[in-house]
């Protein structure tokens, strides 16, 4: 999982930050000012959680031979979280389709989660 969770986050890392130059350079007069913001919350909430999946990534290789299955859900809801929650960003702020945020908060959820899931496994590692 170690190698799965290292491409996705760099995948999503590089992602996030063509997503940011794009919006700067291609949207910025194709879309309004407040789609913009959308889609600029949706790249940088991706780079966020990008690193942390890197994080997770990192403490898996430590923690090799045991990996803590609460360590990989952390690591799925990172990913799952950025789908959900940058996704429909992304998508609303193109789109303008005003149903595409209600999608927004299950990946908000989802990125929450992670990050509980990943503060459990930290206080239960044992080196």
């Known amino acids: ?13 590089g992602l996030s930050v063509a997503s940011g130059a794009f919006a700067s350079h ?8 407040r789609s913009l913001e959308i889609f600029e919350t949706a790249a940088r909430y991706q780079m966020y959680h990008a690193l942390a999946l ?3 990534a990192l403490l898996l290789s430590i923690y090799q031979q045991s990996e803590p299955p609460i360590l ?5 809801l990172f990913v799952i979280g950025i789908g959900l929650f940058s996704g429909s960003l992304y998508a609303l702020s193109l789109t303008n389709v005003k149903i595409l945020g209600a999608i ?4 908000g959820a989802a990125l929450i989660a992670g990050w509980g899931a990943l503060a459990f496994a930290a206080w239960n590692l044992k080196d």
Do not use: E
């Open 26 to 33: 291609a949207l910025r007069d194709k879309i309004s000012d």
């Open 104 to 107: 927004a908060p299950l990946g």
């Open 72 to 76: 990989l859900a952390s690591g799925w």
């Open 54 to 56: 890197l994080l997770v």
């Open 1 to 13: 999982m170690t190698q799965i969770f290292l491409s996705i986050g760099a995948i999503l890392g």
